[in-house]
Structures are given as C-alpha cells and as structure tokens.
C-alpha cells in the first residue's frame, strides 16, 4: 500500500514569496490534515478536511494561509505571502475516517525555510 | 490551554532497561482516544500505540506499553529493554469527541528519548 506522499521535501524561499505544497493521501482514506511543525516543537494542526469539506480550520492563518482539497483527493496548501515564522516542516497526514482510534498516516514533509 | 502536556523535554535510557515517557491530557469528553507516535530524526511520524478512554486493560504493542491511569488523566508510554533505534523524538496525542464527529487529533509538545550504549 502507498503511503502518503508530499512534495516537495524541501523548499526555501525569501519572505513575501509564495509557495504551494502538494498531498497525496492513501487511496481510499477520507481525512486528510496539514500539520505545521516548528523546530522543537510538536505538529500543530492546520486544517482537517473530510472528503472535500472543511471539518476545523481554526489554526490556520486565513490571511496568508490557504488550502484546498479538490474532489476529495489531493491537497495543496499555500503560503502567501510567507513570513520569516513560517520556517517549519509542514506535515500532511491522512486516516480512513475519524472514529476515536482512527489512525493518522503521515507524509514524510516539506521543510520549508523563509529567508 | 494545552490539551496534551508532556512535561519531559528530554530523556535519557540505558540500553537494555526500561523508559517511561510522561503524557498528561485534558478532556471533559468522556469518549476520547489516545495515540503515541515515534518521529526519528528522519522526520516520518510512526505510530506505535493507542489507548480509548473506555478500554479496561492498558494497551500493549510489543515492547510498548501504555500506563494508563484515567482518574489522573495520564497515558504514559513505557519501553522495555531500550534499544539504539529507538532514540527519536516521542508525541502523545489525542481524539476527543462522539462517535466520527470530526474529530481532531491534537499533539504534545513532544520528549526527546536518547539511548546510551
């Protein structure tokens, strides 16, 4: 079975860039969520769609940030325009549905760097 | 305030012996579910274990255990006989909620675990 995939794996940019990271969730699993993960830190979760609908958002910076999961498959997030604090690895992550013990599946990340 | 606290930023463990890794968390949900997850340094998140709030026997996956003490509202993670492999940044999370009712998975702060041959 594939695993969830992300990419790129990495990516620098100057602040006040954009940039766009992409996921591909296993085949078949419902819940997709982007987690961002600073340096030390743990994964703080970004967005949670379910299928194509927004479940929480409450996270995410709206003025900059912004995702999207078309047809209930693929997910792009984007940053625009980026801040020197949005240096972390972003994390995407996916499970068959949400029950309790549900497991969440993750990518490997993109870690961005804004300089 | 913070849901999933663990208050060990680091950790070290003899090779061979035994390491109990700290969780805390913070519900007013009766129906909740708890999860420890393995980030080695290559950066992938693995799932080792989980724990629901109704389970009565504490849950075991191999040389993983988990602690758990309700009343306390604490999911400790304990691994027996150390191994080098398993030095790796460790995180506690939780699922609260009813039933398939969206339910987020909310991360701890994390513990460094570092293994001395």
């Known amino acids: 079975e594939a695993g969830v995939a992300q990419s790129p794996r990495y990516k620098i940019i100057e602040k006040r860039q954009s940039v766009a990271f992409w996921c591909n969730p296993i085949?078949?699993?419902?819940?997709l969520y982007w987690y961002q993960q600073i340096l030390g830190q743990g994964p703080k979760l970004l967005i949670q769609?379910?299928?194509?609908?927004?479940?929480?958002d409450s996270q995410l910076p709206k003025d900059r940030f912004s995702a999207e999961r078309l047809k209930g498959v693929d997910s792009t997030l984007k940053i625009q325009p980026a801040k020197l604090e949005d240096s972390a690895v972003y994390l995407c992550?996916?499970?068959f549905g949400t029950g309790l013990g549900t497991e969440a599946f993750f990518g490997q990340g993109t870690r961005l760097t804004v300089v | 305030a913070q849901k999933i606290t663990q208050t060990q930023p680091g950790m070290f463990v003899q090779e061979k012996e035994a390491v109990t890794l700290d969780c805390t968390y913070d519900?007013?949900?009766?129906?909740?579910?708890l999860f420890w997850y393995k980030q080695p340094s290559s950066g992938e998140m693995i799932f080792l274990i989980y724990?629901?709030?109704?389970?009565?026997q504490n849950a075991t996956e191999g040389r993983y255990s988990l602690n758990f003490q309700k009343a306390r509202k604490s999911a400790n993670l304990v691994i027996s006989a150390s191994q080098l492999g398993d030095s790796a940044m460790y995180f506690c999370?939780?699922?609260?909620?009813?039933?398939?009712?969206?339910?987020?998975?909310?991360f701890g702060g994390g513990t460094r675990l570092m293994v001395k041959p």
């Open positions: 992550a996916s499970s």
């Open positions: 085949s078949g699993h419902a819940t």
């Open positions: 769609f379910q299928n194509n609908g927004v479940v929480d």
């Open positions: 519900t007013s949900d009766p129906s909740y579910g």
């Open positions: 724990q629901g709030s109704y389970d009565q």
């Open positions: 999370a939780m699922r609260e909620g009813p039933w398939n009712a969206g339910n987020m998975l909310t």
